[in-house]
């Protein structure tokens, strides 16, 4: 299989991907991680290629695992943040990306809170643009990443139960990991407070319950979700405290899971609001084996997007 099969110089969400598409990423990602095991972490894949990593919006994980993706790949970065650059002085985000482009880059990274923004670049640049998140519509790189952990731990995607918890309503992480696993064939559960759970979440073939014990019954995967409350307009719950005897996900409550469910959460944690710590640091959890596979999802994204053909783990 070559690189066409992504069918695409962008990656702006995993809604447009195949089975086939989303294999070879899980495939090329896993072959990736031993570059991080090594002494020297570094080959000369994409040397000569340069990266823009574009963020209008907060990032930690996401951010910096693009920035070592991409130095392990050897491509030359550059860092764009909002604050400190000409946006500040009302340059529009079209001109602003346009003027980057007249740097000639080969791809772009972009996070922004408005949805639809790669999609609006990756039709005007000719570069290629990867969605690092856009508002709450889609997170293409963590489900990869989320999907990647899970095939580790539990061998496989099909036929898994997976429930997602939390803020369902505002992630662009649920989005994209409904389709990621709706595609490669497992089942999946969104639990939220009424308030948090869009109406008609079901069409998008998904089974909805406000009961956190059933969905985590069920489970092989439980994935925990961070309270946005930087995209909730008003107060959607009574108080944390009430939150967190509902929904919160404590060593108590994982003890109704089968007992071989693992725990993920994409991250920034809220702890004492939508996990504990005697779960999230515990050994059912696999949030910072998430981390680390970001990378190496991020190096396959990367490679398969600018490489051009399957990686065979030459130096
Ligand atoms: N999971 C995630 O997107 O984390 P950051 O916001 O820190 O990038």
């Not at 089968?258 to 725990?263: C, E, F, N, P, Y």
């Not at 949030?287 to 190096?299: F, K, P, T």
């Given at each position: 299989m070559t690189v066409a099969?992504?069918?695409?110089?962008?990656?702006?969400?995993?809604?447009?991907?195949?089975?086939?598409?989303?294999?070879?990423?899980?495939?090329?990602?896993?072959?990736?991680?031993?570059?991080?095991?090594?002494?020297?972490k570094k080959v000369p894949a994409l040397r000569g290629r340069m990266v823009v990593n574009l963020f209008f919006e907060a990032s930690t994980r996401t951010r910096f695992s693009f920035e070592?993706?991409?130095?392990?790949?050897s491509a030359d970065s550059l860092n764009f943040s909002a604050k400190g650059s000409s946006v500040e002085k009302g340059e529009s985000l079209l001109d602003t990306a346009r003027n980057l482009q007249a740097m000639s880059p080969d791809l772009i990274v972009i996070r922004h809170s408005s949805p639809g923004v790669p999609h609006f670049l990756a039709r005007h640049l000719k570069a290629g643009v990867v969605n690092a998140g856009d508002g709450a519509h889609e997170h293409p790189t963590q489900a990869l990443l989320d999907a990647l952990t899970i095939r580790q731990r539990l061998g496989r995607l099909e036929g898994l139960n997976v429930s997602m918890v939390g803020d369902i309503a505002h992630s662009r992480v649920?989005?994209?990991?409904?389709?990621?696993?709706?595609?490669?064939?497992?089942?999946v559960t969104v639990c939220a407070p009424p308030t948090l759970l869009p109406p008609r979440i079901e069409e998008m073939g998904v089974a909805a319950t406000t009961d956190f014990d059933a969905a985590l019954e069920s489970a092989d995967v439980v994935m925990m979700l961070r309270m946005q409350l930087e995209r909730q307009g008003k107060s959607l719950f009574p108080s944390v405290?009430?939150?967190f005897r509902h929904y919160g996900l404590d060593a108590k409550r994982l003890a109704r899971a089968?007992?071989?469910?693992?725990?993920m959460h994409?991250?920034?944690?809220?702890?004492?609001?939508?996990?504990?710590?005697?779960?999230?640091?515990?050994?059912?959890?696999?949030?910072?084996?998430?981390?680390?596979?970001?990378?190496?999802?991020?190096?396959?994204?990367?490679?398969?997007?600018?490489g051009g053909h399957p990686w065979e783990g030459e130096a």
């Open positions: 099969a992504l069918r695409s110089k962008d990656l702006v969400g995993i809604e447009p991907l195949t089975p086939d598409e989303i294999t070879l990423l899980l495939d090329t990602a896993e072959s990736m991680r031993s570059i991080g095991q090594r002494p020297i070592t993706a991409e130095k392990w790949l649920v989005r994209s990991n409904i389709w990621l696993l709706k595609t490669m064939g497992a089942k405290r009430e939150y089968k007992k071989d469910a693992i725990v994409p991250g920034p944690m809220n702890r004492g609001v939508e996990i504990a710590s005697d779960v999230a640091d515990s050994g059912r959890s696999v949030i910072l084996e998430q981390v680390a596979n970001g990378v190496a999802v991020r190096m396959a994204v990367l490679y398969l997007l600018l």
